[in-house]
């Protein structure tokens, strides 16, 4: 099982790796039979579920070219197919993408969920530079999200009007060494490259020391 729009040479990494991994499957089993699913729904799934997990977090959530259209498929439907490509000779050696009835815009998506939850929520269309940083969020399992993730969904989200300054208090704070770390390092590197001033308050030494400017509190004013 693959993923719809798997090329070898897309300029998607992810299309890249199921490309290059179909090319590995096909060069060990030549009758070996792929099919390409969209995006899979059902209980437990990991598109729905999860923007349903960041929608009870977060008062928006965010979209990356929203007019993308997807056509979700029922897991039930990805199942019957893998029973038939199994049962049916004639499948060997091909490709079958597979596809559910209806063709959605991912912010229509992204309405559906809310409509279906509940949740009154806006939907922020956010720059492509912060499309990494939603990434780093939806690659993880499970749905529910971590404490780290709903950090990055919080400074995303903070980002989204590309504001003159950032105010973050304590962004660390609840996290463990090494997710605060990677928390950290990627709110500097989202700052700096789009020229956004910065102003963290934080009780961790370390981490102030990696800002360009460094004030201390003490006794209520600052030295």
């Known amino acids: 099982i693959s993923a719809i729009g798997a090329d070898p040479t897309s300029a998607s990494q992810y299309a890249r790796s199921k490309g290059a991994g179909e090319l590995a499957v096909r060069a060990a089993f030549p009758t070996a039979t792929i099919l390409r699913p969209s995006i899979v729904f059902g209980p437990e799934d990991q598109f729905f579920n999860r923007f349903g997990a960041m929608a ?17 498929v029922y897991v039930g439907d ?8 199994l ?38 269309a956010l720059p492509r530079w912060l499309a ?14 971590s404490g ?22 304590e962004p ?6 090494a997710t605060a770390e990677i928390v950290f390092t990627e709110l500097l590197r989202i700052v700096r490259s789009e020229n956004v001033a910065a ?21 209520g004013k600052l030295v």
């Not at 990494?132 to 999200?145: D, F, I, M, R």
């Open 148 to 169: 780290g993730e709903q950090q990055r969904v919080a400074i995303a989200r903070a980002l989204a009007n590309a504001p003159a300054l950032l105010l973050a208090d």
């Open 78 to 85: 990805v199942a019957q197919a893998v029973m038939a490509a």
């Open 172 to 177: 660390t704070g609840n996290l463990d060494v």
């Open 199 to 219: 102003l963290i308050a934080t009780h961790n030494p370390e981490l102030a020391q990696r800002m360009d400017r460094q004030l201390t509190l003490v006794n």
């Open 87 to 124: 049962a049916q000779p004639d499948t060997m050696g091909q490709t079958y993408e597979l596809g559910g009835p209806d063709i959605e815009t991912f912010r229509a998506l992204m309405a559906y969920i809310l409509h279906e939850t509940g949740r009154h929520r806006a939907l922020i």
């Open 132 to 145: 990494g940083l939603q990434a780093s969020v939806l690659e993880h399992l499970p749905g529910k999200l």
């Open 56 to 72: 009870a977090i977060s008062p928006a959530l965010p979209v990356i070219e929203g007019e993308t259209r997807f056509q979700p």
